[in-house]
């Protein structure tokens, strides 16, 4: 039997043996809180120390300016709530529609207590204009958080460019840079960035622990109370585990990163380019260019509703791909309201499927999905002569 293929490094990513290893210590022996003034708790700090110096590298931060929280999510809710709260008003947050459920969710209870939202078009490709956004600071903005990575069709947006826009308003700037950070080269300096998002467990890191990057300087307040723990922006007793966890996991990223880069973009293109010859129905989502390393968002024309039946033929015959992001409604073969705002038609935007690959994926399977994928579509294709199980029955070979 072949081992499984896991191609789906956008909803979640294996931990790294060396995170592991990194982490294992802090889940026996080391066990002190560090907030202790004694020997275990000193040694529980200067691990969370030595963590944030790590992460704070990976972006070209400060140590001091790495505020942890317990997910990317936590993240994009203190980055936009903090801000708003901070300025003492109801505010106007200016945000897209492509957007993590983290992003527009938050949005969406702001407005319950009165606060302005607008959020950007993208074009079809998923990127956003810098035009729309200098018009929507014409009006009194309070932040501005445009992600860096879209999730579902892996598109980068000019973060530099529209971050920069914003300083010259004297805005807030965030990005929501879960699905980046460790793919691509980020520099919170370079890229004039405020406020920045970061999840360990898209960077084979851990589950259950993230970073927000606060700027020096810059007004936040808090959303969870208590002991005052994270400069008092994130109180509660840290989960140093998974600290040091990520700690390690953002050393691992950044010495690796630019050689990742390269092989995982060369395996991208190898299926891009397959893809249009073997099945010459299929179409590619997001910007050619600019878009992450290993990732990769296709349809297939006239095959949209069958999605969901090939994501399971795929994940029997052995490889784990998606349809659209871990936490969006096209499981249940909803639109993806990403590929709407793109200007997708509710068939088009039905028929998403999403792979995601990372630092383990190997040459040869690659290889392995090529043979796969071409018998997997057959099986569910409106021309296919035979029983789909048939096909299905060929596709258990690989198994
Ligand atoms: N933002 C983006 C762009 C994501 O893709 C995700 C996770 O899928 C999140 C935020 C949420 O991160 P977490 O899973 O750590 O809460």
């Known amino acids: 039997m072949n081992p499984r293929i896991y191609f789906d490094h956008s909803a979640t990513t294996p931990l790294d043996p060396r995170v592991l290893t990194a982490m294992g210590p802090f889940l026996?022996?080391?066990?002190?809180?560090?907030?202790?003034?004694?020997?275990?708790?000193?040694?529980?700090?200067?691990?969370?120390?030595?963590?944030?110096?790590?992460?704070?590298?990976?972006?070209?931060?400060?140590?001091?300016?790495?505020?942890?929280?317990?997910?990317?999510?936590?993240?994009?809710n203190l980055a936009l709530m903090g801000a708003v709260?901070?300025?003492?008003?109801?505010?106007?947050?200016v945000t897209t529609s492509i957007e993590h459920a983290a992003i527009l969710e938050t949005c969406r209870f702001l407005a319950?207590?009165?606060?302005?939202?607008?959020?950007?078009?993208?074009?079809?490709?998923?990127?956003?204009?810098?035009?729309?956004?200098?018009?929507?600071?014409?009006?009194?903005?309070?932040?501005?958080?445009?992600?860096?990575?879209?999730?579902?069709?892996g598109t980068l947006q000019p973060i530099e460019e529209l971050a920069h826009l914003t300083k010259l308003h004297d805005v807030l700037f965030h990005t929501d840079a879960v699905q980046a950070a460790g793919k691509i080269s980020l520099d919170?300096?370079?890229?004039?960035?405020?406020?920045?998002?970061?999840?360990?467990?898209?960077?084979h890191g851990p589950k259950g622990i993230g970073a927000l990057y606060v700027r020096k300087g810059t007004r936040l307040s808090p959303i969870v109370f208590g002991g005052g723990q994270e400069r008092g922006l994130r109180s509660a007793t840290e989960n140093v585990a998974g600290i040091v966890g990520f700690g390690a996991?953002?050393?691992?990223?950044?010495?690796?990163?630019?050689?990742?880069?390269?092989?995982?973009?060369?395996?991208?293109?190898?299926?891009?380019?397959?893809?249009?010859?073997s099945l010459p129905q299929s179409y590619l989502f997001g910007h050619p260019v600019h878009r992450l390393p290993?990732?990769?968002?296709?349809?297939?024309?006239?095959?949209?509703?069958?999605?969901?039946?090939?994501?399971?033929?795929?994940?029997?015959?052995?490889?784990?791909?998606?349809?659209?992001?871990?936490?969006?409604?096209?499981?249940?073969?909803?639109?993806?309201?990403?590929?709407?705002?793109?200007?997708?038609d509710d068939e088009r935007a039905r028929g998403l499927l999403r792979l995601s690959l990372g630092r383990f994926n190997t040459e040869q399977e690659v290889d392995r999905f090529?043979?796969?994928l071409p018998c997997a579509v057959a099986a569910f294709s409106p021309t296919n002569r035979y029983e789909p199980s048939h096909s299905l029955e060929a596709l258990a070979n690989f198994v």
């Open 249 to 277: 996991a953002a050393a691992i990223a950044r010495e690796e990163l630019a050689d990742e880069a390269i092989r995982l973009t060369e395996f991208r293109e190898r299926i891009a380019k397959e893809l249009s010859r």
């Open 112 to 153: 319950g207590s009165g606060t302005k939202i607008t959020h950007l078009p993208v074009d079809a490709d998923g990127l956003v204009s810098p035009q729309s956004l200098l018009r929507a600071l014409q009006s009194q903005v309070t932040v501005v958080s445009i992600m860096a990575a879209n999730n579902v069709v």
């Open 294 to 344: 290993g990732h990769i968002s296709f349809g297939l024309r006239g095959q949209e509703r069958e999605v969901g039946k090939l994501l399971a033929a795929l994940d029997a015959a052995g490889v784990a791909v998606s349809a659209g992001s871990a936490c969006s409604a096209n499981h249940s073969g909803e639109p993806s309201g990403v590929l709407l705002a793109m200007g997708y």
């Open 28 to 76: 026996g022996g080391a066990f002190g809180n560090p907030s202790s003034l004694h020997q275990e708790g000193r040694a529980a700090r200067a691990a969370i120390e030595t963590a944030r110096a790590q992460v704070a590298s990976l972006i070209g931060a400060e140590p001091e300016e790495i505020i942890f929280t317990a997910s990317g999510t936590e993240a994009d």
């Open 188 to 203: 919170v300096n370079r890229l004039h960035v405020d406020l920045l998002s970061l999840s360990a467990h898209k960077l």
């Open 370 to 372: 090529l043979e796969i």
């Open 85 to 93: 709260r901070a300025s003492g008003r109801p505010g106007h947050v």
